[in-house]
Every structure is written in C-alpha cells, then in structure tokens.
C-alpha cells in the first residue's frame, strides 16, 4: 500500500520559513514525479513545485525563487522548503506522486497539511 504522509505545516509571519517533508512509502525512485500542489478553499489545487527522477525541479511562477523542493533519497522523502513567505501562499498543501504502472499512470495524494501566513 502506497502512503504519502505531510507534516511541516503551520502558522507563519510574512516574510518567513516552513519546511514542508513528506515521507513515501515504498521505493522512491518508482515515482517519476513527486510534487506540492495547494488548495484553497472555493479554488482548484494547483501545482506548486515538482521533482523528478531524471532532470530539474519545475516551479510555478508564484513561488520561484521562493520555493525549493528537493528528494532525500536515504530518508524517502521529499521536502519543500518555503522562504519569504506571504499572505497568497496560505493553504493546504499536498504532496503528489505519479507512479507508471502497466495499466498507465496512478496518482497518490497525501492528506494534506495547512500552511497559514498571517501576521
């Protein structure tokens, strides 16, 4: 049974740091994507940051230059660092993964953790 776990959510001031971590369960090279999107009520997910097996991560314009996400291999995890944090980027956040199996693509979702930035 595959499992997406977040923790690292919370309340920050404008202007700072939380670092997200979501631990996968299993072999985290199956997974050829694994990203954050977040959600606010009323609105879709959408997608903030993305890692994968081979090449760069990809960032929305929102958060680069902000965002980092990065995979930690020997802990199976993958992290997103958040830096000069404001008041948009506040949500619940998810952690994503796409595993190819034979049948086609299968997405897993964690259960997400909130992230409120407010002074």
């Known amino acids: 049974q595959v499992q997406l776990v977040e923790s690292g959510g919370g309340r920050v001031q404008p202007g700072g740091s939380l670092t997200l971590s979501c631990v996968v369960s299993?072999?985290?090279?199956?997974?050829?994507?694994l990203g954050w999107y977040r959600q606010v009520p009323g609105s879709q997910r959408e997608l903030v940051a993305s890692t994968y097996r081979f090449g760069p991560p990809k960032y929305s314009d929102a958060v680069q230059g902000r965002f980092t996400t990065s995979r930690d291999s020997a802990k199976n995890t993958v992290d997103l660092q958040m830096n000069s944090l404001k008041p948009e980027d506040t949500g619940v956040y998810y952690c994503?993964?796409?595993?190819?199996?034979?049948?086609?693509?299968?997405?897993?979702w964690g259960q997400g953790t909130q992230v409120t930035v407010s002074s």
């Open positions: 299993g072999n985290i090279f199956d997974f050829g994507v």
């Open positions: 994503n993964g796409e595993r190819m199996m034979p049948t086609g693509i299968v997405n897993y």
